[in-house]
């Protein structure tokens, strides 16, 4: 599977964002498509997930709320809306596919290139 992230952009405090992700290959294999987000210095965070196959969704408790996942089955597309962002969503944010609906990297083996989200004060 290969994945194709957009969207990123510089915005500030309180701005809205929707990234796209788009899948090629064989999307059909992934049972899973998720968002994780990494700032400069720490570690890979998870902050949400779609099952491909009825739309069920996941969040990351610190995301919900503000941040939105959904998925176009027709286009291979999955979305992150994000509203109401802060400086500390700053970050370069994956998507990623695989075979299982969970919040570790570990669940997920197709990563897209990441693109880059500022949120200014």
């Known amino acids: 599977v290969q994945l194709q992230a957009s969207g990123g952009g510089s915005v500030q405090a309180g701005d809205s964002l929707r990234l796209s992700c788009a899948a090629s290959g064989r999307t059909f294999s992934s049972y899973a498509m998720g968002w994780f987000r990494q700032a400069p210095g720490k570690e890979r965070e998870f902050v949400s997930a779609?099952?491909?196959?009825?739309?069920?969704?996941y969040y990351a408790d610190s995301m919900k709320g503000r941040f939105t996942i959904s998925r176009s089955y027709a286009k291979n597309t999955v979305y992150l809306q994000m509203n109401s962002l802060k400086p500390e969503d700053t970050a370069v944010y994956y998507c990623?596919?695989?075979?299982?609906?969970?919040?570790?990297?570990?669940?997920?083996?197709?990563w897209g290139q990441g693109t880059q989200v500022t949120v200014s004060s």
């Open positions: 990623a596919a695989g075979g299982r609906l969970g919040s570790t990297p570990v669940s997920y083996d197709s």
């Open positions: 779609v099952r491909w196959s009825d739309g069920s969704t």
